[in-house]
């Protein structure tokens, strides 16, 4: 179940959308808040791939030979905006265990709000894959743009981004950034603080996963 306006989709799904709201509450544990995002994601991994190609390739079951589906083409790449990104990351590969995973290190400067960026490793032949980027928050869209220009630098092509909440800011400037990349969100929240948090958001998607701070 979702709805799409322009290039963004809302995944809408009454499982998403209560174990979001549990997410939300600040009095979630870390342990819930991790289990939580990690079953949204098997949730949104089946939207955002609900449209792969298939082709036909032979196999011989216990009873005879047959045509069966298969996803076609080389293998997804599914790449982690660190560290909140590995909430999502878990999920998905629990449902596609053979995605390769490409790793990119970046936070956010808390007084400026410009991404700044520590690490980087990605598959080969990102060109000729599909790439899901995943990060649960989509804030002012700053992380997100540099983590897709990097990928972009490396030759890849057809990208999607994830994300569990998105705020109305964050999507015009990353539609302005990248408007041939999908956005997929489960919500998109009111508005940003004067600190580029999501409000009503859940806080520090990070901080909530792994108890820093
Ligand atoms: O859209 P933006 O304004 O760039 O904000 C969103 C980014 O902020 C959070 O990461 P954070 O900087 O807290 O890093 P962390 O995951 O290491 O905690 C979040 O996971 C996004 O990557
Ligand atoms: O609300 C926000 C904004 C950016 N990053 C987060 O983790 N939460
Ligand atoms: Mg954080």
Redesign the pocket.
Known sequence: MSITEGNVTVIDHPLIQHKLTIMRNKETSIAGFRRLLREIAHLMCYEVTRDLELEMIPIETPMSEMNSPAIKGKKLVFAS?????NGLLDGMLDLVPAARVAHIG???DHET?E?VEYYFKAPSALEDRLIIVV??????????TAAIEKLKERGANNIRFLCLLAAPE?IENFNKAHPDVPVFTASIDSHLNEK?YIVPGLG????RMYGTR
Not at 81 to 85: P, Q, V
Not at 204 to 207: M, Q, V, W
């Open positions: 905006i660190l560290r909140a990104g970046i936070y956010r709000l991404p990060d649960p928050m989509l804030a002012t869209g700053n992380s997100a964050g580029g520090d998607a990070g901080d």
